[in-house]
């Protein structure tokens, strides 16, 4: 059975400004050059968030599916929703209510079960079907 | 001229001032301690004018021989913006609401008006101000106060004479109590007490869901602009929506769903607005999703949410900071009108028209 990597949670500082994001990126990165990187980022402490604090939300993600792995956000309180939106990145990350619904959803997706191993108009997708009807 | 009718037009800390009803009292959002607005909800222009000029608007269409605005010094330190100079409104700042209400029904009095509508600026309500009056003479009470489905507005037709006998705010509220008769409201009204109502109100003016309409022209149906308003031929405007006098939307922007950009905005290029009103003097920088909010400078009040955020990165939202002071002179306008004719007017391209001319960098 393959194995991953254990799901790293790590919770956001109050401001997440220039220098909170720089900080908090180098606790951060040596631990995105693993293989399969699977990151839980607690937002429950944001307080105060500005556009530095995105790009580095946005280059975490990047480096994360660099390496075939992923970043998830938990718990984004309302004002750090707002600004995300505003900025067009909300869309980007799954966003979850709690910490433990964020590491759980990394375990839901057993990566044998998630190979695509056929092409995607393979019969077992019903394009078969779709072709006959027509 | 309605001789011998009068209004009494009040803009109060809070917007139930008049009344010891204190169920809707103004909730607006703050960050800390400042709050999102520094001017009180009535005075801030929605879709070109202001909720209490378009108040005006009515009492001086019916014809009264005078109107009368009392400002509260402490919701308000400044004369209100008009865009239009009415020669029988007067604006006074006064210190206690109560006492200035008396002495001006009592001024109104003394120069033969015999009858006056006293009305909180932010009860905006969309009824025949004639047919109240007339309701009021023929119930042949001192004071009648008028009514809508949620309740008693702050809205009255009040005997001056009789007003003066004993304490106004008392008298005020003991009107359509203990079965006097009540003037039953069905046409549009709006209490204007949140953000919320702000934002229903220029989606109602928008879809034409009441009276009052936009300001400035309409260029294509639903899509209403005002003066010297720049849109970029790469910007697209879906309708009903409304770009205020002197701002400008830029390339790739896309203002949609019932949003209004009021005076001296500018909507950067790429950047969409849904469902929302960017009150004046905004700056949004590009590329952004602003979308069921209330902008106002760096403030954001987002509507699903809930919840105000302020901006720090002055290149995502800002106070454009230019027209601030020619804001700030306009809204001497009643005052000093020949303070604003001096005003030095911004010289615009003849050549600009709706989604034909490129904006200059």
């Given at each position: 059975m393959p194995t991953r990597a254990p799901v790293i949670v790590m919770e956001l500082p109050e401001r997440l400004n220039h220098a909170g994001a720089k900080s908090f990126l180098n606790e951060l990165e040596p631990l995105l050059q693993n293989d399969h990187p699977s990151v839980v980022l607690d937002c429950s402490q944001i307080q105060h968030m500005d556009s530095a604090g995105v790009e580095m939300l946005l280059y975490c993600l990047e480096q994360a599916m660099k390496r075939d792995g992923d970043l998830k956000l938990a718990a984004v309180s309302p004002a750090s929703a707002v600004i995300m939106e505003l900025m067009r990145v909300d869309r980007l990350f799954e966003v979850f209510a709690t910490s433990d619904e964020a590491v759980r959803s990394f375990q839901l997706v057993a990566p044998a079960a998630s190979l695509q191993t056929q092409p995607w108009y393979a019969p077992a997708h019903g394009l078969t079907n779709l072709k006959a009807a027509s | 001229m309605f001789v011998g009718l009068g209004a009494v037009v009040t803009i109060g800390v809070r917007n139930q001032e008049l009344s010891q009803d204190r169920t809707g009292l103004a909730e607006l959002p703050a960050i800390g301690q400042e709050p999102f607005l520094d001017v009180p909800l009535e005075c801030v222009e929605v879709v070109g004018?202001?909720?209490?000029?378009?108040?005006?608007?009515?009492?001086?269409?019916i014809g009264l021989e005078r109107v009368s605005i009392l400002v509260e010094a402490?919701?308000?330190?400044?004369?209100?913006?008009?865009?239009?100079?009415y020669a029988n409104v007067t604006v006074k700042v006064v210190r206690d609401l109560y006492p200035a209400v008396?002495?001006?029904?009592?001024n109104y009095s003394q120069d033969g008006i015999g009858h006056s509508f006293i009305s909180s600026a932010n009860a905006y309500a969309e009824t025949d101000l004639l047919d109240?009056?007339?309701?009021?003479r023929e119930a042949r009470q001192a004071a009648t106060r008028a009514f809508d489905k949620e309740g008693p507005l702050n809205l009255w037709v009040v005997d001056c004479a009789k007003a003066q006998r004993g304490d106004v705010e008392s008298f005020l509220n003991d009107a359509g109590r203990d079965g006097a008769p009540k003037y039953f409201i069905r046409d549009y009204v709006n209490r204007?007490?949140?953000?919320?109502?702000?934002?229903?109100?220029?989606?109602?003016?928008?879809?034409?869901?009441?009276?009052?309409?936009?300001?400035?022209k309409q260029v294509r149906p639903g899509v209403w602009m005002d003066e010297r308003a720049e849109v970029h031929r790469r910007a697209r405007i879906v309708a009903p929506a409304f770009?205020?006098?002197?701002?400008?939307?830029?390339?790739?922007?896309?203002i949609t769903r019932l949003s209004n950009i009021e005076r001296d905005c500018c909507v950067d290029g790429g950047t969409v607005v849904e469902d929302s009103s960017i009150l004046a003097n905004t700056t949004v920088g590009i590329c952004l999703d602003l979308c069921h909010a209330v902008a106002r400078g760096n403030k954001l009040w987002n509507l699903e949410r809930n919840v105000t955020v302020e901006i720090v990165d002055p290149s995502v939202m800002r106070f454009s900071s230019a027209p601030r002071r020619a804001a700030e002179l306009s809204s001497e306008r009643i005052a000093a009108p020949e303070a604003t004719a001096a005003l030095p007017k911004t010289q615009m391209p003849e050549t600009w028209q709706f989604n034909s001319n490129l904006i200059q960098e």
């Open positions: - | 004018r202001s909720l209490l000029e378009r108040m005006i608007e009515r009492f001086v269409a402490k919701a308000f330190q400044r004369i209100p913006k008009f865009r239009t100079a008396t002495q001006e029904l009592a109240l009056f007339c309701f009021h204007l007490t949140h953000l919320r109502d702000l934002r229903r109100f220029a989606a109602d003016i928008l879809r034409r869901s009441c009276e009052t309409g936009p300001s400035g770009i205020g006098c002197a701002s400008k939307v830029k390339a790739d922007a896309l």
